[in-house]
């Protein structure tokens, strides 16, 4: 059983950082996709990043690209997102998110595995 733990949100202010973690526990990650997905206030979830675990090959949202960085560390079995220059729209609580079988992996419908979710909130 995959289970997922994210940390690091909290209040900043524009133009701040932040670096996300998600903690992975359970099977080995050989093969995953795993991915950060967003929902801010009023708003659907939606694709920010992702990673392939075995290549390290990344994926941005066009909206995020320059400013996230996802990353992760064989060793903890941890994955990351870096974020720089906070924007107010950048508020949102951030999921991580995996899965084995991951044909387009901005589709939160093909990730099994899901965390609780950590908040960002970027104030003006």
């Known amino acids: 059983q995959v289970q997922l733990v994210e940390s690091g949100g909290g209040l900043v202010q524009a133009g701040g950082s932040l670096r996300l973690s998600c903690a992975a526990s359970g099977p080995t990650f050989s093969g995953y996709v795993m991915g950060w997905f967003r929902q801010g206030p009023g708003k659907k979830r939606e694709f920010v990043s992702a990673?392939?675990?075995?290549?390290?090959?990344?994926y941005y949202a066009d909206s995020v690209k320059g400013r996230f960085t996802i990353s992760r560390d064989n060793a903890k079995n941890t994955m990351y997102l870096q974020i720089n220059s906070l924007k107010p729209e950048d508020t949102a609580v951030y999921y991580c998110?995996?899965?084995?079988?991951?044909?387009?992996?901005?589709?939160?419908?093909?990730?099994?595995?899901w965390g609780q979710g950590t908040q960002v909130t970027v104030s003006s």
């Open positions: 990673i392939k675990w075995n290549s390290a090959s990344t």
């Open positions: 998110a995996a899965d084995q079988f991951i044909k387009t992996y901005s589709q939160d419908h093909e990730y099994d595995y």
